[in-house]
């Protein structure tokens, strides 16, 4: 079983849709990363976070350390938003730099 | 400012030759991150280094992977003897100095695409 488990593996939504990605993880963390990659490639950090709940435009990332599940949520989806989303954690007592990523989520986004 | 940039952007080599890999980090940052994103397998962490201290090189798949940093900026990966597992995108990410009490955001080059023939 991975460390990092994300679903859906594939998620396609209409334009204004909500969209929620899950992420579980099996191991003691220091920090949760979101990342975004888009077709051409390049990654794009969304969030970090070790507690709580961030906010950055239409993107809410949430994390549930007792349940070791993290949450990306994006509202008024567009299609601009389909990309690769990649869920990352920093190992408790590791190195900030060895991340461990999850598999990621295809987002498709309709017009 | 300029991000993150690695060069070359693509390089096909032969099985059996030695590659070698470049990234130059934003400037300021004291923390640098190779990662590696194969076909169908997803990214890996190989190498992380922060400032002077010893680089966490727990990731690097063989002894056939290495790399350095050099004047804490530039740093160069290399691979020997290239195999066609090799073949993969490589990453590099770096960072503002790790504080205390947390993780820096990382900002990600563009990669490069190498593929072994």
């Known amino acids: 079983k991975n460390e990092v488990e994300q679903s859906p593996q594939n998620l396609t939504a209409q334009e204004g849709e909500f969209i929620t990605i899950n992420c579980s993880y099996s191991?003691?963390?220091?920090?949760l990363h979101w990342l975004q990659q888009h077709p051409g490639g390049g990654i794009v950090s969304l969030f970090m976070l070790s507690s709580g709940k961030k906010k950055h435009g239409r993107l809410i990332a949430t994390i549930n350390i007792q349940e070791k599940h993290s949450s990306l949520h994006i509202t008024a989806s567009h299609p601009r938003d389909s990309a690769v989303y990649i869920c990352a954690v920093s190992r408790f007592g590791g190195s900030q730099g060895n991340l461990i990523f999850g598999k990621g989520t295809k987002l498709s986004v309709k017009p | 400012g300029a991000g993150v940039s690695q060069s070359p952007s693509n390089k096909v080599t032969e099985k059996g030759k030695d590659v070698e890999l470049r990234c130059d980090p934003i400037?300021?940052?004291?923390?640098l991150y190779w990662y590696r994103q194969s076909l169908g397998q997803g990214l890996e962490f190989l190498i992380y280094f922060q400032g002077n201290s010893a680089p966490d090189k727990s990731g690097l798949p063989s002894d056939r992977f290495s790399a350095e940093r050099t004047g804490g900026s530039v740093s160069t990966l290399t691979i020997q003897r290239t195999q066609q597992e090799d073949s993969a995108v490589y990453l590099c990410?770096?960072?503002?100095?790790?504080?205390?009490?947390?993780?820096?955001?990382?900002?990600f080059g563009p990669g490069t695409r190498l593929t072994v023939l």
């Open positions: 400037s300021g940052h004291t923390a």
């Open positions: 990410a770096s960072s503002l100095a790790s504080r205390a009490s947390g993780y820096n955001e990382q900002f």
């Open positions: 191991v003691g963390i220091s920090a």
